[in-house]
Structure formats: structure tokens, C-alpha cells
């Protein structure tokens, strides 16, 4: 049995008629009109009904040098006009300088706090969504200086121009009082080791001046005994000087008495004693021999010997017994020793600390009014606002006439597909049909058959 059954032609996507596919769409432009238009009214509904926030910025540039000149020049402290305004963004950017302005302007944020909410709770969504620090972009190289940017969103009834400026204020003045601290703590440690080099100084000098005055008493007393040793000695030289003057005196006395010298004579005179003139003679004797002590006669040796008896003393006898006892004399009070211990104001001879003494009377004078230190400039300051910032009505509304007529399209393009399809599949049912029916043998049953299942294809 043969058979005349042929399939449906598949329609390949490249053979669509956009052009007709289009001018269907266009036949629905009521669809598309009211589509457009109800989109539209929702965003405008939504623009117009959604609660406005505004916005309001303020701008920080570095400060001139010529404001933190003061600072600098204390030498304890450096602080560069972009430090500066680090410092500042630093301090605009901290959950507790942020916080801390917000415990103390309560009633500026009365429309942040929610019912329920703990004020710290408060504070986190303010921080989160209202206000955000913008730092200038490295990678532009086009930018003319560094800046520092500080937005603030919020609803209607909030006064955020006083809540931003006064912010920027609190965060200057924070960063001022810390500034100040570091630099009240430095110059007091700074104080502090200057007198403590001070204080090591004057101790170093007063030991040197124990040393000295113990070394000036050590070098008086050993030079005052041994002048007392060598006056010891001079004195029991003399004494036996004396003694043996004594003992030769009596030796010789007992010589002249044995000669009959009673005056004093010499050896030529003694021997021409019985010659005796008419006339004065005088006689002169030259010779290099030491005459003897008993030549002196007995007269004048025992003169001598009793003024030797008679004596107390030997020191007259000897010059330096003399210069000794000057020697002692000065000894007996060190005026080096007595300036020393009479010195009241000693810091005024401590060596090498006029340069400490200096820093110290600098560091204590130093007088630098804070309050009046301008750490960045205020570019611009926030400004009440004359439009709320957000919903953008006229974007809004245009974005949702846009999504209305794309939707609209799209809409019109689907209804469009699914009749096509239906279409399509109507003309490939009576096409299946009329092959099977084409395609019958013979016998009646074979027919009958075919003609039944064509109904049924029919019927779906």
C-alpha cells in the first residue's frame, strides 16, 4: 500500500515579515497608548506623592601656610596644610566625632529618631543613608588642588544646612582640641626632659665641686704636714747644731785657757806676745789656713758659749723656718675652698646648659592661641537648597512614559506571535488532514479509518 502523506513546510525565523509584524503592532496602538500613558501615571503618581530629599554639600581646601605658621615655628609640633586637612576629613569620617555632634544636637535630628530605637540605633541610620564624605579622585590629573567634599541627605521639616555647617565646625573644632592636647603633652614632656638634663647638670656639678673641694683640702693638709715634718726636722737640726757649737766652744775654751789666750789672737801674734815696742805696731797677716776657735780667747768663746746656754729658740737661725711658718699660715685657710662653699646661685656656673636654659624659657612662654588656629578653609558652605534633590520628577516621569511604551511593544509584539501561531497551526491542521486523506487504499474500513482520525485531528 502506497502512501501520499506529506509533512507541513516548517517556516524558517529568517522568512518573518517585519514589516508586517510592525504594521500589526501599529494596529494595536490603542494597546500601546493606553499602556504608555498608565506607566506614565504611575511614575508621576510615584514622583509626586514620594517624600523629597534635599541635598546640601559644603567644600574644605587646605588652609594657607601663613595660618599655621604659629604652630610650626614652636618647633614641637609640624603640621603641613594637606596634614591639615587630613586631620579634618579624618575627623569627618569618624563614627565618633559623628556621633558625639549628634548627642549634643539632639534637637536638630528630633526627624532621624524613630520610635523603639535607641539613640545609638538612630545615629546608625543617619550615618548609613544621610551623610557621605567625598575625597578628591587621585587619578585626575587635572585637579587643581586637594579638596574635601561632605554631602548631606535628608527629608522635608529637617535643618540640614544648620546640621552640616555645624558639623563641619564641631569636626574642626575636635581635631583643634586634640591638636591642642598633643601639643600641650609634648611640650610638657619636652619640659621635662630639659629639666631633667638641668637637674643632671647640677648634680654633676655639685659633685664635681665636692671633688674639688675634698681635692683642695686633701692637697692643704698633705702639704701642710709636710712643712710641719720638715720644721720638725730644721729645729732638731739646729738644736744639734747648737750642741755641738756648745761642746766645741768648751773644747776651745779649755785650749785658750791652757794657752794663756784671754782676748783674741792669731798664731803670728802668739808668738811675738813677749816682744814689746816703745810704739803702736800694727801687724797684718794673710793666710789661707782657718784659724782655730780657741784663737778667739777665752773671753769671747765664753761669751758665746753662755749666749748659746741662754738660748730658747734656734728658729731666728735659719731663713727657712720662716718662710715655712708663712706657708703654714696660709694653709690654715683655703679662700678657693670658703668661695666654693660660699656660692649661693649655683646653677649660673653650671658648664654647657645655657642652651637647655634657653629651650626651657622658650617652652614655658610659649603662647599659642589655638582658638584662633585655622586648620583647613572653608571653599563653600552648605547652602539651603531651592529644589529638593530627589525624586527627580521630569527623569521619573520620562523613565516611566519609556517603560510603558517598551512594555506596550512588547505586548503588542506577544499578542501579535501567539495569533500568528494559532494561525499557523489551523493551516497545518487542515493540511494534515487533507494528506491523510489522500493517502487512503482500498477497503472502506481503511477509509473510515482515516476519515475518523482526520475528524479527531479536526476536532483538536
Keep these: 500500500m ?57 567644600v574644605l ?12 615655628r614652636s618647633e614641637i609640633y609640624q603640621l603641613s596644610t594637606s596634614e591639615a586637612l587630613l586631620k579634618v576629613g579624618a575627623a569627618l569620617d569618624s563614627y565618633d566625632t559623628r556621633l558625639g555632634y549628634f548627642r549634643k544636637n539632639q534637637k536638630l535630628f528630633e526627624k532621624f529618631v524613630r520610635p523603639g530605637q535607641t539613640l545609638e540605633q538612630s545615629f546608625q541610620e543617619f550615618n548609613h543613608d544621610s551623610i557621605r564624605l567625598i575625597l578628591p579622585d587621585a587619578d585626575k590629573k587635572n585637579s587643581l588642588s586637594a579638596h574635601i567634599k561632605l ?9 540640614g544646612v544648620s546640621i552640616l555647617n555645624g558639623f563641619v565646625d564641631y569636626a574642626i573644632a575636635s581635631e583643634r582640641e586634640r ?17 631633667g638634663k638641668l637637674d643632671s647638670a647640677r648634680s654633676n656639678y655639685n659633685i664635681e665641686k665636692e671633688a674639688k673641694i675634698a681635692s683642695l683640702r686633701e692637697s692643704d ?3 701642710r704636714a709636710q712643712l710641719q715634718d720638715e720644721l720638725k726636722a730644721l729645729r732638731s737640726q739646729l738644736k744639734t747644731l747648737r ?27 802668739l808668738g811675738e806676745s813677749a816682744v814689746t815696742g816703745a810704739g803702736s805696731v800694727m801687724r797684718t797677716e794673710v793666710n789661707n789656713q782657718q784659724i782655730p776657735l780657741y784663737f778667739m780667747g777665752v773671753d769671747a768663746l765664753k761669751a758665746e758659749l753662755a749666749a748659746l746656754q741662754s738660748r730658747k729658740s734656734d728658729d731666728f737661725t735659719e731663713s727657712r723656718i720662716a718662710q715655712i711658718a708663712k706657708e703654714l699660715q696660709l694653709l690654715a685657710s683655703n679662700r678657693e675652698v670658703e668661695v666654693l662653699d660660699a656660692r649661693k646661685n649655683e646653677d649660673i656656673f653650671l658648664a654647657g646648659v645655657q642652651p ?5 624659657f622658650r617652652l614655658s612662654g610659649l603662647n599659642i592661641d589655638m582658638a584662633k588656629l585655622k586648620l583647613v578653609s572653608i571653599d ?10 530627589s525624586p527627580n520628577r521630569p527623569l521619573i516621569i520620562l523613565l516611566g512614559l519609556l517603560f510603558g511604551a517598551v512594555a506596550a511593544i512588547g505586548i503588542a509584539l506577544v499578542r501579535q506571535a501567539l495569533r500568528a501561531a494559532r494561525v499557523n497551526t489551523e493551516h497545518d491542521r487542515h493540511d494534515l488532514a487533507a494528506s491523510l486523506l489522500q493517502s487512503s487504499g482500498s477497503g472502506a474500513a481503511q477509509l473510515d479509518r482515516q476519515q475518523e482520525l482526520g475528524n479527531k485531528l479536526l476536532q483538536k
Design 380 to 389: 563653600q558652605q552648605a547652602l539651603e537648597p531651592l529644589v529638593p534633590s
Design 179 to 195: 591638636i591642642t592636647a598633643d601639643l600641650n603633652v609634648i611640650a610638657k614632656n619636652r619640659l621635662r626632659e630639659l629639666n
Design 243 to 269: 750642741s755641738d757649737r756648745i761642746a766645741q766652744l768648751n773644747e776651745a775654751i779649755g785650749i785658750a785657757r791652757s794657752l794663756g789666750i784671754q782676748k783674741p789672737a792669731t798664731p803670728s801674734s
Design 2 to 58: 502506497s502512501s501520499s502523506f506529506r509533512a507541513p513546510p516548517v517556516r524558517s525565523s529568517e522568512e518573518i515579515d517585519f514589516v508586517r509584524f510592525f504594521a500589526s503592532v501599529w494596529q494595536q496602538k490603542k494597546l500601546l497608548l493606553f499602556v504608555t500613558l498608565g506607566a506614565g501615571l504611575i511614575a508621576a503618581s510615584y514622583a509626586f506623592l514620594a517624600d523629597p530629599l534635599y541635598k546640601v554639600s559644603s
Design 221 to 223: 693638709s698633705l702639704k
Design 61 to 72: 581646601r587646605p588652609a594657607a601656610i601663613n595660618d599655621l605658621d604659629a604652630l610650626n
Design 151 to 159: 554631602e548631606m541627605m535628608y527629608p522635608k521639616g529637617v535643618d
Design 356 to 360: 637647655l636654659r634657653t629651650e626651657i
